[in-house]
T-cell receptor, first 115, second 109 residues
Framework: DAGVIQSPRHEVTEMGQEVTLRCKPISGHNSLFWYRQTMMRGLELLIY????????DSGMPEDRFSAKMPNASFSTLKIQPSEPRDSAVYFCASSWAMGSLKEQYFGPGTRLTVT | RKEVEQDPGPFNVPEGATVAFNCTYS??????FFWYRQDCRKEPKLLMS???SGNEDGRFTAQLNRASQYISLLIRDSKLSDSATYLC??????????FGKGTTLSVSS
């Protein structure tokens, strides 16, 4: 069974460009989470969805960030315009229970570098 | 006050050593507790859940002290393959998970 799939695995872009990160959760999971990890701040929750509905987006840093989940098998995280301080590893995770009380399965991450 | 605090380490131990990691959390309403493991440049993976009565999985033992809002992880007979970052994870009153910044363990031969 395939795990959480993320693309691209690496992204290098220039400041001001739009960046779109993609995630395919594990089939059957009903919760999806987007995280950002940096050395300074650790792993931070950006937003999570339950049954394709955004539940909590309080972790989204600012209006430049947006996330969608049009169906149970696909989600995107978009940054427009990107800035150097957005450089980080972005993880998508999924689980089959609401509220994160069950194990979350993480994708391999997208390493984003904004120059 | 940070929601989940861990000693970042690094902890450098020889093979066969016993090592303990500690973690404190700030939300007394938290209900679920976990330890995740993250290898260098990899994604976090669940190591074990932490139950009120304490639980053991092979060489790993997790303890929870709700009164002190304190969680621990004990690793016995350390192996080279245990080298990783260990993340303390606490739920935010039944909703999202909050991750600590992690404690780095390096086991040497």
């Amino acid at each position: 069974d395939a795990g959480v799939i993320q693309s691209p695995r690496h992204e290098v872009t220039e400041m001001g460009q739009e960046v779109t990160l993609r995630c395919k959760p594990i089939s059957g999971h009903n919760s999806l989470f987007w995280y950002r990890q940096t050395m300074m701040r650790g792993l931070e929750l950006l937003i999570y969805f339950n049954n394709n509905v955004p539940i909590d987006d309080s972790g989204m840093p600012e209006d430049r960030f947006s996330a969608k989940m049009p169906n149970a098998s696909f989600s995107t995280l978009k940054i427009q315009p990107s800035e150097p301080r957005d450089s980080a590893v972005y993880f998508c995770a999924s689980s089959w229970a609401m509220g994160s009380l069950k194990e979350q399965y993480f994708g391999p991450g997208t390493r984003l570098t904004v120059t | 006050r940070k929601e989940v605090e861990q000693d970042p380490g690094p902890f450098n131990v020889p093979e066969g050593a016993t090592v303990a990691f500690n973690c404190t959390y700030s939300n007394s309403a938290s209900q679920s507790f976990f330890w995740y493991r993250q290898d260098c440049r990899k994604e976090p993976k669940l190591l074990m859940s932490v139950y009120s009565s304490g639980n053991e999985d092979g060489r790993f033992t997790a303890q929870l002290n709700r009164a002190s809002q304190y969680i621990s992880l004990l690793i016995r007979d350390s192996k080279l393959s245990d080298s990783a970052t260990y993340l303390c994870v606490v739920d935010q009153a039944g909703t999202a998970l909050i991750f600590g910044k992690g404690t780095t363990l390096s086991v040497s031969s």
